[in-house]
């Protein structure tokens, strides 16, 4: 499966994004999925997760309450609405594909598109 993640920008600190993820090659019900993020100078960190019919779901606590993981299988697509957003939310955007099973204790993915960038200003 190939993946392309959009919709990445600037926004202002307490702004609203949302940014989306298209799978290709095989259809996107195959697989859970999950967005990771990496700021500058930091470690690729664990965002959110959704399973394959979206009946689980993680957020990582500091997006707890802002961030809002949904999927659409019909149209290939995962998507990340980000509420409230935060000049520490400032990252390149990943997302990810997972064969097996999603649980919160192994949030190993196996596929993984190309970063889009998230700038939050203050």
């Known amino acids: 499966v190939q993946l392309q993640a959009f919709g990445g920008g600037l926004v202002q600190a307490g702004g609203f994004l949302s940014v989306s993820c298209v799978a290709s090659?095989?259809?996107?019900?195959?697989?859970?999925m999950g967005w990771f993020r990496q700021a500058p100078g930091k470690e690729r960190e664990f965002v959110a997760a959704?399973?394959?019919?979206?009946?689980?779901?993680y957020y990582t606590d500091s997006v707890k309450g802002r961030f809002t993981i949904s999927r659409d299988n019909a149209k290939n697509t995962v998507y990340l609405q980000m509420s409230n957003l935060k000049p520490e939310d400032t990252a390149l955007y990943y997302c990810?594909?997972?064969?097996?099973?999603?649980?919160?204790?192994?949030?190993?993915?196996?596929?993984w598109g190309q970063g889009t960038l998230v700038t939050v200003s203050s």
């Open positions: 990810a594909a997972k064969s097996g099973p999603l649980r919160r204790s192994d949030l190993r993915f196996d596929y």
């Open positions: 090659g095989r259809t996107l019900s195959s697989y859970n």
């Open positions: 959704i399973s394959w019919n979206g009946g689980i779901i």
